[in-house]
């Protein structure tokens, strides 16, 4: 993989590689993890799985109501109620361009790739830690899609790193969002300096600088509020064992009723 772009054969692809493609003519790339078999396991909103709901207009993955893969009969698998999905490669990419994430970059590696969601200066755990990981979520979800906090990227970047954001305000793990995030920031903060720098390319230069920065300051490699969690206690450091919890009192409670009826 070249300084200006991750592509990448199909041939060069290993099972538990993260990988994406681009979409709407390079507006916005699709994550998921590559488990083997021409198969890949990726996260998208659970409304646009419904083939009763009509396609949705989400910048991460609009998709078309699911239709039937003429290779893979298991191609489009996921548990009800969840947005992880197993799909065929060609389903997956969509007749776009394959692409590999890269992990373990330097930092001038890392700030030389202007475009968000490429790379990261974690390090990625061994292949298969990542295929279980991958293949665990698919069995029991990834909580609900959230464009900045939960996307596809955010699935990915876990399922390579193990590791999960604590903070629930600020922006995920996801190199994508943090660039829609940076960069008006950039322009924002950079204002003030408009004053001292009459030239056009200096003010251009200045807020580059910082759209870069921002970028890296939000790297799950560098960041300070991320923390390693084993996959089978996602669930509970989420909340989401909270909400089943609940949900179980709730049918014992009705168990018990009908008994008595």
């Known amino acids: 993989m070249g300084l200006l ?5 199909r041939s060069e692809i290993k099972p538990g590689d993260h990988i994406y493609t681009y979409r709407a003519v390079f507006t916005y790339s699709h994550h998921g993890i590559f488990v083997g078999g021409s ?8 409304r646009n799985l419904d083939s009763s709901i009509e396609p949705s207009s989400d910048i991460y993955d609009p998709i078309s109501p699911r239709s039937t893969c003429p290779t893979f009969p ?3 698998f996921r548990q009800p109620n969840s947005g992880v999905v197993l799909s065929c490669l060609d389903c997956f990419l969509r007749n776009g361009s394959l692409y590999c994430f890269e992990y373990g970059v330097t930092p001038s590696v890392f700030l030389a790739k202007v475009r968000g969601g490429t790379c990261t200066t974690a390090m990625s755990d061994p292949p298969e830690t990542v295929i279980h990981r991958a293949m665990y979520l698919l069995q029991n979800g990834f909580g609900n899609y ?8 955010d699935f990915a970047l876990y399922c390579k790193t193990g590791l999960l954001i604590m903070e629930k305000q600020g922006v995920g793990r996801s190199g994508q969002a943090s660039s829609v995030i ?3 920031l950039a322009a924002l903060l950079s204002s003030p300096l408009k004053l001292l ?6 003010v251009a230069t200045v807020t580059a600088g910082m759209y ?3 970028r890296y300051a939000t790297d799950i490699g560098v960041r300070s509020d991320v923390i390693k969690v084993a996959v089978e206690d996602l ?9 089943h919890d609940e949900a179980a009192q709730e049918n014992e409670a009705l168990s018990r009723q009908l008994v008595t009826l």
């Open 146 to 153: 959230d464009i900045f906090q939960n996307n596809c990227e």
């Open 212 to 214: 870069c920065m921002s």
């Open 235 to 243: 669930a509970v450091s989420l909340g989401w064992a909270e909400h």
């Open 5 to 9: 772009t991750n592509r990448v054969e």
């Open 197 to 202: 720098m009459p030239s056009p390319v200096g």
């Open 39 to 46: 198969k890949v396991v990726h996260f998208r909103p659970e």
């Open 182 to 184: 940076g960069a008006p």
């Open 74 to 76: 298991d191609c489009g």
